[in-house]
């Protein structure tokens, strides 16, 4: 295995474990970031060919890393893009409700109570969604809901969901199953084709290591059917002879037509690609058993005595987000504070300590952690 961490910077000194947050960019990707500047600095070194490249190749990147087909991939600019191109083209009934979870990343609220006609949304309650997702996605569902839509690992809980448990109860309900892959892709195994949701969306930002600003979605084709053309970009999937062409159409059918407007954007694409490049070398598979042993190395060491660990442990529900409480909560702050003073970024949310490892972070990281929250067990 190739030391990972030498892909990225050094982070001055530091340790971050708040890629949750903000996904570092690989060295590779700086590098291509700086080359896309120098395109806009010097025009004269960017090839029309390299330019219309720019949506074509990411497209293919983003079809490889989740297993799907040609079209149903739209570019977008952060996770509220997808849900907001749903929450606009979806053909609505005028009775269809969506589904959300209370408590869930606001991000899957906003597209559809903030519509110019708000949808109407409906909440499973956090209670029952915490004790039994399945159960309470079953309790919830109603001949009026269309959507059903989460988060596939909960930014505030780290717990992962059973999409397959999931979206075969929304088709038995004849709902579809919207998946906010931001906390999960790139740091999990997914194949878009084989699991039984219909559309997801994702920030690209995260765990894809992309410049902020960038994002996509996949939709797959029952729910693509259902969606209304409600905007075309003039650049989706034109090359050079189209482009020559004098014909002013050039409206195509797949979901391209769904993407966000300046879709050769190579200040930010360019270093998302390359981004995306380092990670599918890496392997997906590869990079999900690190993270995986990193979690279960901290869980390991871990001072029972001050603090509790609050993510689930345990089989298919643990992901790269672990959730920390010292056992007076009200620590949790001055930690947290102590923590970044000793050069360890984690990040603090809804109370309580958050630590997000990703593949760059290597495994002997695990003891500097646990070594510094036993020593800020009693900061105050
Ligand atoms: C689950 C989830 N969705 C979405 C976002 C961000 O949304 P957007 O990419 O639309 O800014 C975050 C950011 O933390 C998140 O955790």
């Known amino acids: 295995m190739l030391n990972w961490a030498s892909l990225f910077g050094d982070f001055d000194k530091r340790l971050w474990l708040n890629t949750a947050d903000q996904g570092p960019m690989p060295l590779c990707a700086g590098i291509a970031a700086i080359k896309a500047l120098e395109w806009k600095i010097y025009p004269g070194r960017l090839s029309t060919t390299e330019y219309q490249a720019v949506p074509v190749r990411l497209r293919q990147l983003l079809r490889l890393l989740i297993g799907a087909t040609n079209g149903q991939i739209v570019l977008g600019n952060s996770t509220t893009y997808g849900l907001s191109i749903i929450a606009r083209a979806l053909a609505w009934r005028s009775e269809d409700q969506v589904l959300l979870v209370e408590g869930d990343f606001p991000a899957n609220f906003t597209p559809w109570q903030g519509a110019a006609q708000p949808i109407q949304t409906q909440l499973i309650p956090s209670r029952l969604w915490s004790e039994d997702p399945a159960g309470a996605l079953r309790a919830s569902l109603r001949r009026e809901t269309r959507i059903f839509c989460a988060s596939w690992v909960d930014s505030f809980t780290g717990r ?148 509790e660990i609050v993510s689930t442990q345990g089989g298919i529900e643990r992901s790269a987000l672990i959730f920390v409480n010292h056992k007076e909560p009200m620590r949790n702050d001055s930690i947290h504070q102590n923590l970044r003073s000793v050069g360890i970024d984690v990040a603090l949310r809804r109370g309580k300590i958050r630590i997000s490892p990703h593949f760059f972070n290597p495994l002997e990281s695990v003891s500097l952690v646990l070594d510094s929250l036993r020593s800020a067990r009693s900061v105050m």
């Open 160 to 307: 992962v969901l059973d999409l397959r448990d999931l979206g075969n109860i929304c088709r038995g309900n004849g709902t579809f199953f919207v998946v906010n892959a931001s906390q999960g892709l790139g740091n999990r195994c997914f194949v878009a084709g084989g699991l039984p949701i219909d559309a997801l969306t994702c920030s690209g930002s995260k765990w894809l290591c992309g410049p902020y600003g960038t994002g996509f979605c996949w939709i797959g084709e029952e729910m693509s059917a259902s969606m209304l053309p409600i905007q075309y970009y003039w650049q989706a999937n034109r090359d050079e002879r189209t482009l020559s062409s004098t014909s002013s159409s050039g409206l195509g059918a797949d979901n391209a037509s769904y993407d966000v407007f300046a879709t050769a954007n190579f200040l930010n694409y360019v270093p998302w690609m390359i981004a995306i490049e380092c990670l599918l070398e890496a392997g997906i598979e590869s990079i999900s058993k690190h993270i995986d042993a990193w979690v279960l190395a901290f869980k390991d060491g871990f001072d029972t005595t001050h603090y």
